[in-house]
């Protein structure tokens, strides 16, 4: 009934796009996972605010989606408000700043950054991720990540109020920040500070750089990047292959053949099959190696289904 009665709201107020029931597998990079209960995209983050006041009020928890490029779903689905920030996409220019609401695009805009003569983006051209998410997660790659070019974010916490982080209030660690260790918050917009550089050459490091992808991540099937977090001074990839795990596969997830820090869904994989095989997986390196990896991906509705 609450989420009936929250759904009505959203829809009346004409908040942005809701529906009831949603199957969320099509909005996860991994094409993994059940329904939300109540699945709503906000038009801005005004609107994102009175839905998060009006779920409050309601007393029905909210979890947040940008892309789901890191993400994986339980079979289950997810209990309560599912928030995905794609609809809020605006973007403002003034040089060297530029500010992006959350819903807009990585990897696009690093490729409208290096069109406008600015440099510091570059790394992000073949993330396929939110603006909100890379930033909650201290995205990187190339020696590069989200830390060296926010300035600062805005975020609505879950009673809808808003609040600014500066850089170093986010905290920025490697693959983390504090907004992804307590969750609480979604982010708005994230400005960026850039500097100025030269058009044809952030074009010619993005094409070298999407060609190296290309040729090295199993990007013809559905997956979620990195699974494991790099240890220091080696890549997990190395470890699990070097445990002799490359190939391994719990039902329709495989640990990739041509990258083995990424999981593949081959066809119908569960959410289920995906954490059994990073167990097996940690448990491999472990034995062989000593070493325990740590995940990157973020799980969504596992605490919800008391798993």
Known sequence: MKNERLY???????????????PLNQYTTWRIGGSAEIFCQPE???????????????????????????????????????????????????????????GVALAQLSQQVGHKGLRGLEFACGIPGSV???????????????????????????????????????????????????????????????????????????????QLRKNKHPL?????G?????????????????AQAKGWRVGDAQV????ANFIVNLNRAKATDVIKLIKEVQKQVYNKQSIWLETEVVLMGFEDNRR
């Open 220 to 224: 013809h099937l559905p997956n979620a």
């Open 256 to 259: 990739s053949e041509q990258h």
């Open 226 to 242: 990195s699974v494991f977090r790099n240890p220091p001074e080696i890549s997990a990839g190395r470890l699990i292959e070097e």
């Open 44 to 102: 801005n983050w005004r609107a994102c605010s009175r839905v998060l006041y009006q779920a409050d009020l309601l007393e029905i928890p909210v979890t947040f989606l940008g892309y789901g490029s890191n993400v994986l779903v339980a079979d289950e689905g997810v209990r309560g408000l599912v928030i995905q920030t794609k609809k809020m996409s605006r973007i403002i220019w003034e040089e060297p700043y530029v500010t992006a609401e959350a």
């Open 132 to 210: 909100g998410g890379a930033a909650i997660m201290n995205a990187g790659a190339y020696g590069s990540s989200m830390s060296y070019v926010v300035n600062k974010v805005r975020t609505l916490n879950l009673s809808g109020v808003s609040k600014s982080y500066s850089k170093e209030e986010l905290e920025f660690a490697y693959r983390t920040s504090i907004l992804k260790k307590n969750r609480k918050e979604i982010i708005t917009e994230v400005e960026f500070i850039l500097e100025n550089g030269d058009a044809m050459e952030s074009k010619r490091l993005m094409d070298e750089y999407l």
């Open 8 to 22: 009505d709201f959203i829809q009346n107020e004409q908040l942005g796009e809701v529906r009831l029931n949603e």
